[in-house]
């Protein structure tokens, strides 16, 4: 597995956010941290890799063109999860994914109802929110919301992952726990997984890759301790920060001042 995206514009309407991003090939396997100010275009190159934009350029999945094809042909190796997951869905965390199964059949086909109920407690079981099974999307906490909707994205066994944000409202437990689990997926199957995270530390210790994307462009691409340096970090989100090790050996970035 492998992803390759060449020259790819994505913008809205006619505004462009994204002009011609180049991407070091993303390999099956690998985490790759989509890192980068506010506003800076993440969302949208992640939202670009799932074709959910009009693009211009290439995104190509083994070697095969993904731009031309429908969203129903993506969404069978593709799984998305945006950064804010949609209000007022009147189902369960079960309904919505066995819902998520029914709508877009992967690679494998469709699984029978009891398998796809199965497969979907098994995944809620190994989130830790198996007890929020049969509870309304609409009364979960911000941070159980973030875990079912990863869910959806996760049981439909996709072999690109695209996460826009997936730890944001989680505690530290749920983040080391979600973190753990995506990395465990993606070694286990070969995923194609990128994630888009605010949280340094956290790319540095998980991601095999990291793409800091600044007003548009990609400014650095590259392992944690290629693109983590207090001169990128000065350059593109403007502040004053350290790099170090702690006594893990875990790259930490310390900010410590505005520019
Ligand atoms: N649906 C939209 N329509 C028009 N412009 C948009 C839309 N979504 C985002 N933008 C603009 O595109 C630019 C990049 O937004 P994007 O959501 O990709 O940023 P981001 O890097 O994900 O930021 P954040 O860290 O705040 O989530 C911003 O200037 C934003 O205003
Ligand atoms: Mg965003």
Redesign the pocket.
Known sequence: MRLEVERLTLGYGRRTILAEASLEPLPGGAITALIGP?GAG???L?RGLAGLLPARGSVRLDGEEMAGQSLERRARSIAYMP?SLPQGVALTVMEALVGALKASPTAEGMPSARAAAERALALLERLGIAELALVGLDRLSGGQRQLAGLAQALVRRPRVLLL??PTSALDLRHQLGVMRLVRELTLQHGLVTVL?VHDLALAARFADRVVMIGEGRVRAQGTPEETLTPAMLAEVYGVSARVERCSHGHLQVLADAPL
């Open positions: 506010n993440k969302s949208t992640l950064q826009d944000e888009v």
